[in-house]
């Protein structure tokens, strides 16, 4: 799921498919999709995903934010469609790069909530969490 903020300074929530290349991360948007729409006027993002099979939670969830810039260059638009599986290439769309400022993974280890969050430039920081009333507690070792 894609959270993007409308004109008005609202949010929107859509579904869309992320895509990582090169070792980046890839949103691909029809022509003209509100969402492109979006992110054209404010770059600012949210996507959540259940990366698991179906709806266990095996996998955890993750929790990406940033900013998406959208790419024009005819050249670098061709290098990723030139990637795509034959018969699955657009006429016409929108593509943007994503420049992630957070990613979160929660996942359920025993009786504990276990936050994993990363910033670019930083370490990797673990949080975990009980069920009972103590204070979340940070992984010293992140």
Request: glycine share 12%; aromatic share 6%.
């Amino acid at each position: 799921m894609l959270a993007t903020l409308r004109k008005d300074g609202s949010p929107r929530l859509t579904g869309l498919e992320a895509d990582f290349r090169a070792g980046e991360m890839w949103l691909g948007m029809m022509p003209n999709s509100l969402k492109a729409l979006d992110l054209r006027r404010d770059p600012r993002f949210a996507m959540y995903a259940n990366p698991g099979s179906g709806s266990d939670m095996d996998g955890g969830d993750v929790r990406i934010s940033g900013r998406a810039v959208e790419v024009a260059d005819p050249e670098e638009m061709g290098r990723w469609v030139a990637d795509m599986p034959e018969g699955h290439v657009p006429e016409a769309f929108h593509l943007f790069r994503v420049e992630v400022e957070e990613a979160v993974r929660v996942t359920i280890e025993g009786e504990e909530i276990v936050f994993r969050t990363w910033r670019p430039g930083g370490p990797l920081r673990t949080i975990r969490r009980g069920n009972d009333d103590a204070p979340p507690r940070e992984d010293p070792a992140g």
